[in-house]
């Protein structure tokens, strides 16, 4: 199970969102995008806090791809310092996670 990984990643819009996803799986370096609309966001920026209406991408794909994920997502991304996430799949149905496995390069 340690082999994959779920990136999360903010964006201005669905647009935006469904940009990034989509050019994330022509290259295959996902396997699946899932966008979250409505997500408001609280954060810290520039010294006060600020908020936004974002979308949130939830993205499957291997651990060895992280890198190229991100440098995917930061080509295509409009914010200056994107959220770019992965936390680690500790256990999942392995059926799919043999589909994320073959979907990806």
Not at 42 to 60: Q, T
Request: glycine letters at 4%; aromatic letters at 8%; a positive charge.
């Amino acid at each position: 199970m340690k082999n994959f990984i779920v990136v999360l990643v903010t964006a201005k819009d669905k647009k935006e969102a469904a940009k990034i996803g989509r050019g994330l799986l022509e290259n295959r370096l996902i396997a699946c995008a899932n966008i979250v609309e409505g997500v408001q966001s609280l954060f810290w920026w520039e010294g006060k806090i600020d908020s936004s209406k974002e979308a949130l991408l939830v993205l499957k794909t291997k651990k060895t791809l992280f890198k190229k994920v991100m440098a995917k997502v930061k080509s295509l991304h409009s914010y200056k310092l994107p959220e770019i996430i992965a936390l680690p799949v500790i256990q999942g149905n392995q059926d799919y996670l043999n589909w994320v496995d073959s979907s990806c390069v």
